[in-house]
């Protein structure tokens, strides 16, 4: 079924009978368009189904295809029934659209003639202006041209993201890590919700899911409105006691399911046994948490402070693939070997600490960019975090600064200044 996200920004196309339609995102992403001609019922065209054979490829490009189609009975009648035209949608979860035209004609290949669909295709940056054009051409070859020009695209920063099962989740969270429970914890998520956050992360360790769940209840904003984390403690590895945790921050939480559930760390943060890891108790455990997401209690299941050995035994032995990975991220702190592994199997990396606990706020490099981009130190980090397609969940418990971290879908910065940040060991960025 389509869901029309009516936060997300429109933009009009012109349809077969040349009527202007002003298309909305759905589920958060750019819809991209096939038009076919009046009354033509493509089946699996070659262009179309060398993006489909390429999915992963497309994935790994952040490219996504997505399959709402004309096999989508109802999905594409209704459509075609609003808005007066065929499609076939390919959704980019960076905003890059990719169009292709189509009218039925005669084709040139290998020195044949053939009757078919004749598609040009256009690649479009976030602002829908053409980059790229690229003719009809051996639809082998398309997916590989077209890949190439979405990844030498700069990329737009993201309101949502798609994790790997589906589920859409929104790109910044708000965290509540060493937030006390009581009224600090609940009336910043207050202020939060209030302000626009629709993404909570808290855990079972934090002691403060009662607060959390309060403000979110008296928040009145609607329950699947609202992406609520919490976690694991990482020192349960006994996969008996996974379903007796979970229910008793489901309990703290005053709800009906969570969104996301992770392990919060794959070696217990005391008490762990030196040189061991713990690989066979985390599948045990993973095991559960995967029961629970089939009995739908929980929508996705992630973890937390894993390295790369950690999630290879995960996707060796289990069914479900991590959709996010939450880690220690922020410039000077990126932990390459990681985020790259995480990237490579479509688990979203979600950065906790953005700020370093506050430790670079004043160096040089930041008080130069904030200054540049008229913005907040916090605000800079915030939308590196972003550029790099991560998930950043900034802290506060002071209501300008917790408004002031959402409030950076506007601001880009340039290549050059990414970089700079990223290279923050030897600009002395953290103290």
Request: aromatic share 12%.
């Amino acid at each position: 079924m389509l869901e029309k996200n009516t936060q997300a920004p429109a933009f009009t196309l012109v349809n077969q009978d040349n009527r202007l339609v002003s298309l909305s995102d759905f589920l958060g992403q750019k819809v991209v368009i096939y038009f076919y001609p009046k009354d033509f019922t493509p089946g699996c065209t070659d262009q179309a189904c060398s993006y489909r054979d390429r999915e992963e490829d497309f994935y790994a490009a952040k490219t996504v295809v997505l399959g709402i189609s004309q096999d989508d009975v109802e999905s594409h009648t209704r459509f075609k029934s609003e808005f007066g035209f065929s499609f076939d949608v390919l959704s980019d979860p960076e905003h890059h659209a990719i169009k292709a035209y189509g009218v039925w004609g005669e084709k040139q290949r290998d020195g044949k003639t053939y009757e078919g669909v004749i598609r040009t295709t256009f690649i479009l940056d976030e602002n829908h202006v053409i980059k790229e054009i690229f003719a009809d051409t051996d639809p082998k070859s398309d997916a590989d041209r077209v890949l190439d020009a979405v990844k030498h695209l700069e990329k737009p920063i993201q309101r949502h993201y798609v994790l790997n099962n589906g589920v859409v989740v929104p790109s910044i969270g708000f965290g509540t890590w060493q937030i006390p429970d009581g009224e600090k914890t609940y009336q910043s998520v207050k202020w939060a919700l209030e302000l626009g956050y629709r993404h909570i992360d808290t855990a079972y360790v934090y002691r403060n899911e009662v607060s959390v769940g309060k403000a979110i209840k008296d928040s009145g904003i609607p329950r699947d409105e609202i992406f609520v984390t919490t976690k694991l403690p990482s020192h349960i590895k006994d996969a008996s006691k996974v379903r007796d945790y979970f229910f008793r921050s489901l309990k703290n939480l005053d709800l009906d399911y969570v969104d996301l559930y992770l392990i919060h760390n794959a070696r217990p943060w005391q008490d762990a046994i030196p040189n061991y890891d713990y690989q066979d108790e985390n599948v045990a455990v993973w095991k559960e948490m995967e029961q629970l997401y089939e009995e739908k209690l929980i929508r996705s299941i992630g973890v937390s402070n894993f390295h790369e050995r950690d999630l290879e035994n995960l996707l060796a032995r289990t069914m479900v693939i991590p959709v996010i990975n939450q880690i220690k991220y922020h410039p000077g702190h990126t932990q390459i070997a990681v985020t790259e592994f995480s990237d490579n199997h479509h688990i979203l990396v979600e950065a906790y600490s953005p700020f370093a606990t506050g430790k670079m706020f004043g160096s040089p490099l930041l008080v130069e960019l904030a200054e540049k981009y008229q913005a907040t130190q916090a605000q800079i980090i915030m939308s590196w975090v972003l550029g790099h397609g991560y998930l950043p969940l900034p802290k506060s418990v002071t209501y300008e600064r917790i408004k002031e971290n959402l409030d950076v879908f506007d601001l880009k910065l340039s290549k050059e200044d990414m970089a700079r940040l990223t290279d923050a060991p030897n600009q002395k960025i953290v103290a």
